[in-house]
């Protein structure tokens, strides 16, 4: 059973001020959370239901700390309108620009403000195969509840940093072409 801290630490989430604080974000879906399981992103905890942990025991990471909850619980901590089948609470992980390979594609986002738009642009940059996307500082958050729903599982395969993009484009390699699109 789900405790009222454990709950209220779960609501607070849903604010950015919140996830800044505690470092952490959430992921909901059972597509989406065993994407989790390979990638650079540290799960803390997941709340599911009982059918989801026995479809995906053996998958589950053995430190990750795993909650059954009911479909009620489920309910009261999800930031979905129908909630799925299982929540997890995930630690931002530290990004680092010096990790970008300029051999390749990399798409710069400027002001993007609707989470939903961010959510769809990563998923498309995972299908093209970019794996770098650099954002502005005043982009919206890649761990707003909507752009990890609208990404749908592409944000453990595609980098996203925040920088001051003036400092970032007049850093970059000599030589390198740069194209841009309003």
Same mark, same amino acid.
């Given at each position: ?27 909901? /879906? ?10 650079? =992103?540290? #799960? +803390?905890? %997941?709340?599911?239901? @009982? $059918? ?63 989470? /939903? ?10 299908? =093209?195969? #970019? +794996?770098? %996307?650099?954002?502005? @500082? $005043? ?44």
């Amino acid at each position: 059973m789900i405790s009222k801290n454990q709950i209220k630490h779960i609501a607070s989430l849903k604010l950015p001020k919140f996830r800044n604080e505690y470092n952490e974000f959430l992921v909901e /879906g059972e597509k989406m959370v065993p994407e989790l399981f390979n990638s650079i =992103f540290k #799960i +803390k905890q %997941i709340f599911a239901l @009982e $059918d989801w942990i026995s479809a995906n025991q053996k998958m589950i990471p053995g430190n990750v700390e795993l909650e059954k909850v009911s479909p009620k619980e489920l309910g009261r901590i999800s930031t979905l309108k129908t909630p799925n089948k299982v929540l997890a609470v995930v630690s931002i992980p530290e990004t680092d620009l010096t990790s970008i390979k300029y051999n390749r594609l990399i798409l710069v986002l400027d002001k993007l403000q609707d989470p /939903g738009n961010l959510g769809t642009i990563i998923r498309t940059a995972d299908w =093209f195969g #970019i +794996k770098d %996307i650099i954002c502005s @500082e $005043d982009t919206v958050s890649l761990y707003n509840p909507k752009v990890i729903q609208s990404a749908m599982g592409s944000i453990t395969r595609v980098n996203i940093h925040y920088t001051a993009l003036k400092d970032f484009l007049k850093n970059i390699p000599k030589g390198l072409p740069v194209y841009g699109s309003l």
